[in-house]
């Protein structure tokens, strides 16, 4: 079976999330710990920002730069200082703020395949995409949201299994989409 890139898109957004909910509905208490020590969690918020800024290079040697394509010898390097320099300098809050930076990347490659692809069902993945890149610029600019959200979600073993439920619900609905439609 040839599966279509927004296919195997939505399946891999689908792969990653599933744990993460699964953990909620599962095991609110260890959930609700590891979400509280995320932030400030330094080996998380540089794993985050290095593949970040990998993922960004990646793109941006990708991409046509006119005059300034002979830069693109320099894009590895660059990028190996940039992200040390990230790590070093920004290390308050740099989980969300890294994780933030990958809401932003993930949506390029999904909305490309939701835009070539023909069901109306693409939709669907369109505004996924465009609800991670909003996610993401706010986990950016205001990386304290990620607390306070975290915090209000999962003040209870009751609403972090909600919150689990409904993204199982929502990862549920991305396999079907991934498996039958797209």
Same mark, same amino acid.
């Given at each position: 079976?040839?599966?279509?890139?927004?296919?195997?898109?939505?399946?891999?957004?689908?792969?990653?999330?599933?744990?993460?909910?699964?953990?909620?509905?599962?095991?609110?208490?260890?959930?609700?710990?590891? $979400?509280?020590?995320?932030? *400030?969690?330094?080996? %998380? /918020? +540089?794993?985050?920002?290095?593949?970040? =800024? !990998?993922? #960004?290079?990646?793109?941006?040697?990708?991409?046509?730069?006119?005059?300034?394509?002979?830069?693109?010898?320099?894009?590895?390097?660059?990028?190996?200082?940039?992200?040390?320099?990230?790590?070093?300098?920004?290390?308050?809050?740099?989980?969300?703020?890294?994780?933030?930076?990958?809401?932003?990347?993930?949506?390029?490659? $999904?909305?490309?395949?939701? *835009?070539?692809?023909? %069901? /109306? +069902?693409?939709?669907?993945?369109?505004? =996924? !995409?465009? #609800?991670?890149?909003?996610?993401?610029?706010?986990?950016?600019?205001?990386?304290?949201?990620?607390?306070?959200?975290?915090?209000?979600?999962?003040?209870?073993?009751?609403?972090?299994?909600?919150?689990?439920?409904?993204?199982?619900?929502?990862?549920?609905?991305?396999?079907?989409?991934?498996?039958?439609?797209?």
């Amino acid at each position: 079976m040839n599966m279509s890139t927004l296919a195997i898109l939505t399946l891999l957004l689908a792969g990653i999330t599933l744990p993460f909910y699964a953990m909620f509905f599962i095991s609110p208490s260890v959930t609700r710990e590891g $979400l509280r020590r995320f932030p *400030r969690d330094r080996w %998380s /918020g +540089w794993l985050l920002a290095i593949a970040a =800024v !990998a993922w #960004a290079a990646w793109l941006l040697h990708g991409l046509p730069l006119g005059r300034f394509e002979s830069l693109k010898t320099w894009l590895v390097p660059a990028a190996v200082v940039f992200a040390g320099l990230v790590c070093y300098y920004m290390e308050e809050l740099l989980a969300p703020r890294a994780f933030g930076a990958l809401l932003l990347l993930y949506p390029a490659p $999904l909305l490309d395949a939701a *835009r070539l692809h023909d %069901s /109306g +069902w693409s939709v669907v993945m369109s505004v =996924v !995409a465009y #609800a991670m890149a909003i996610k993401g610029m706010a986990l950016l600019l205001s990386p304290y949201l990620f607390r306070h959200v975290s915090e209000r979600i999962l003040n209870t073993d009751r609403t972090c299994r909600l919150a689990g439920a409904g993204g199982l619900v929502f990862d549920a609905l991305l396999l079907l989409l991934a498996t039958t439609v797209f």
